[in-house]
């Protein structure tokens, strides 16, 4: 059945609802559109592809919501995700399907078991700049870093737009980076089409901005519950899918 639609209207279809989640909770959106272009492309295009809709879906977010973000985070975010290109360049690595799923779906269990004293936040100097390294790093294995992203923030007191806004200004620098690593530096640029890359573009703002007036109704509390929820859900179901793929 989906074989018979075409992949911009496929891709452009999950580009607005996974937009729509990501712009009321700042996340999970990229987590489940990495899981289902994982699934529907070779590493390399579901990479490219990937960082292609999260800049645009990310970028306007932070457009929409700059009046909130925290430009001194996102400076020492930067100095920390530079360096974290270093090690995959140097050894040009591009992940195995069932690696990168796995990778992708134990990074939000990972990030809950993280013990109270370790705890996370993101308006501190030296975490903000872990963070950056951490983050850009792990989105050139996995293909997204929301979930370890999020930890760094959960716990501050920032109000939740300023988590949001905060946050996709963050991933639109690691989602740049990425398609520079998958597309330049590895010359892996797949040739999807002008039409797929088009629909998932303008799906991301689409689904951004229908996004805006759901967040502003929603309490800090229920934002950070559900974001926990849906995250740890989809996590489950990218181990799973990783697992079969390694095995079966």
């Known amino acids: 059945m989906l074989a018979a639609i075409p992949l911009s209207i496929l891709v452009g279809a999950v580009v607005v609802a996974t937009s729509v989640i990501s712009g009321i909770f ?22 490219i592809l990937h960082g292609v809709t999260q800049f645009f879906s990310n970028g306007w977010r932070a457009v ?32 195995e399907k069932p690696v990168m799923l796995i990778s992708l779906g134990l990074m939000p269990y990972g990030a809950l078991m993280l013990p109270e004293r370790l705890a996370l936040d ?32 959960v716990r501050s007191q920032m109000d939740r737009r300023a988590v949001v806004a ?25 040739d999807l089409g002008a039409d797929v890359y088009g629909a998932a573009i303008l799906a991301a ?13 929603l309490t800090n509390e229920n934002f950070r519950r559900w974001t926990q929820s849906i995250v740890l859900c989809v996590g489950a179901i990218s181990v799973l899918q990783g697992l079969w793929l390694l095995f079966f």
């Open 26 to 47: 700042g996340m999970a959106g990229g987590l489940v559109l990495m899981l289902i272009l994982g699934v529907l492309l070779p590493v390399p295009a579901a990479m």
């Open 64 to 95: 929409i919501w700059r009046q909130w973000i925290d430009w001194r985070i996102i400076a020492y975010y930067c100095i920390g995700a530079f360096p974290a290109l270093i090690v995959p360049v140097a050894i040009a690595y591009v992940p």
């Open 122 to 153: 993101a308006t501190k100097r030296s975490h903000a700049i872990v963070c950056g390294f951490l983050v850009a790093g792990l989105q050139l294995v996995a293909g997204v870093a929301g979930p370890l992203l999020d930890t760094f923030f």
């Open 166 to 190: 905060t946050k996709a200004a963050t991933q639109a620098i690691s989602h740049t980076m990425k398609v520079g690593y998958y597309g330049v530096l590895l010359s892996l640029v797949p």
């Open 205 to 217: 703002i689409a689904g951004t901005t229908l996004a805006g007036p759901v967040l502003e109704k």
